[in-house]
């Protein structure tokens, strides 16, 4: 059982930044791939960004790219997601999740294939 807690949430004015964290638990971190979602009120659930248990390799989704970066620090067991240049329309509850992948080089974008999820952080952004 692997447990994830987010933090660095909050409100940031539109181009604003800010810098998620995701804790895990565990001694096995670096074998997990990791993923980042989220979701606004009445919205599905989406991926974010997500990286590979070395972080050797990464994927973000359209709406992101170029804004935001996933990294991790295996030896922290920690996981990162550092947004700039945010809108709006990046208002949602952000989640970190993991799921033990079937090679060390797949990352999936499917909420459905992760099998561990923090409580979410909250980031709200201002015009």
């Known amino acids: 059982q692997v447990q994830l807690v987010e933090s660095g949430g909050g409100l940031v004015q539109t181009g604003g930044s800010l810098r998620l964290s995701c804790a895990a638990s565990g001694r096995t971190f670096s074998r997990y791939s990791m993923g980042w979602f989220r979701q606004a009120p009445g919205k599905e659930r989406e991926f974010v960004a997500g990286?590979?248990?070395?972080?050797?390799?990464?994927y973000y989704a359209d709406s992101v790219k170029g804004r935001f970066t996933i990294s991790r620090d295996n030896a922290k067991n920690t996981v990162y997601l550092q947004m700039t240049s945010l809108k709006p329309e990046d208002t949602a509850a952000y989640y970190c999740?993991?799921?033990?992948?079937?090679?060390?080089?797949?990352?999936?974008?499917?909420?459905?294939?992760?099998?561990?999820w923090g409580q979410g952080t909250q980031v709200t952004v201002s015009s």
């Open positions: 990286i590979t248990g070395s972080g050797g390799s990464t």
């Open positions: 999740a993991c799921d033990q992948p079937p090679s060390p080089w797949y990352v999936s974008p499917r909420w459905s294939e992760y099998d561990y």
